[in-house]
């Protein structure tokens, strides 16, 4: 089954304590983005990432981290954690970076005390 | 003023009811995505559309690119179809990000 994968679904956290929130993708997709969703905000992209080691800023990298070693993986670090960072976090992958159907994982709802 | 604007923000309608979810944008598109959100969170790709009108099912996209205006319909409504509806553009000259509506809460009752 196609499917975007991320872990974990739910994290609470500490001010400063490194994480990581992992993407796996298993369709061979080139195209992977992180976004997080706010009220109020919609969805704004984070970073994303156009090929294996081609990573690229979006609208709201600030205090975040990618890597894309391996073309399935994305994942998102955040090393050192904020209260502002609290929010859901889609990862999403595209067969190319142009007009192709996008697939969100299931996201995750990260809480920073 | 956003970039992708939707409307109505909220809508609730009884099970049967035809409904239209609208996304006007302003800036020159190459395409543009309707997605699903559901209570749980997750987020489905229903259509990605540059022309024209799509069907799948109960649910049809609509795109007048002119008139920089899409629209949502479901048909025959039902209360499995509650969700948040987001509209997103990929803009011309903005490579490959999208940009995203705020979103339509719908909410079917029986």
């Known amino acids: 089954e196609a499917q975007v994968t991320q872990n974990p679904r739910y994290l609470i956290t500490v001010t400063g304590k490194k994480l990581t929130v992992t993407c796996s993708q298993n369709?061979?997709?080139?195209?992977m983005s992180w976004y997080r969703q706010d009220p109020g905000l919609g969805l704004r992209q984070i970073y994303y990432?156009?090929?294996?080691?081609?990573?690229d800023k979006g609208d709201v990298p600030e205090g975040y981290k990618v890597s894309r070693k391996e073309k399935r993986n994305f994942p998102l670090i955040l090393e050192s954690p904020s209260p502002n960072q609290t929010s859901l976090y889609f990862c999403?992958?595209?067969?190319?970076?142009?007009?192709?159907?996008?697939?969100f994982g299931q996201g995750t709802r990260l809480t920073v005390v | 003023k956003n970039e992708v604007e939707q409307s109505p923000q909220n809508l609730t309608a009884q099970e049967g009811e035809f409904i239209t979810i609208n996304c006007s944008y302003s800036?020159?598109?190459?395409?543009l995505h309707w997605l699903q959100q559901h209570p749980g969170g997750g987020i489905v790709s229903l259509f990605m559309?540059?022309?024209g009108k799509k069907k799948h099912g109960r649910l049809i996209a609509t795109i007048n690119i002119q008139e920089k205006h899409s629209s949502l319909h479901i048909t025959a409504s039902h209360p499995r179809d509650s969700a948040v509806y987001i509209c997103?553009?990929?803009?011309?000259?903005?490579?490959?990000?999208?940009?995203f509506g705020e979103g339509t809460q719908l909410t079917v009752n029986p």
């Open positions: 800036v020159g598109i190459s395409a």
């Open positions: 369709m061979n997709h080139e195209y």
């Open positions: 997103a553009v990929r803009g011309e000259t903005s490579g490959s990000r999208l940009t």
């Open positions: 559309l540059s022309s």
């Open positions: 999403a992958s595209r067969a190319g970076f142009m007009n192709t159907e996008a697939f």
């Open positions: 990432s156009m090929n294996v080691e081609v990573t």
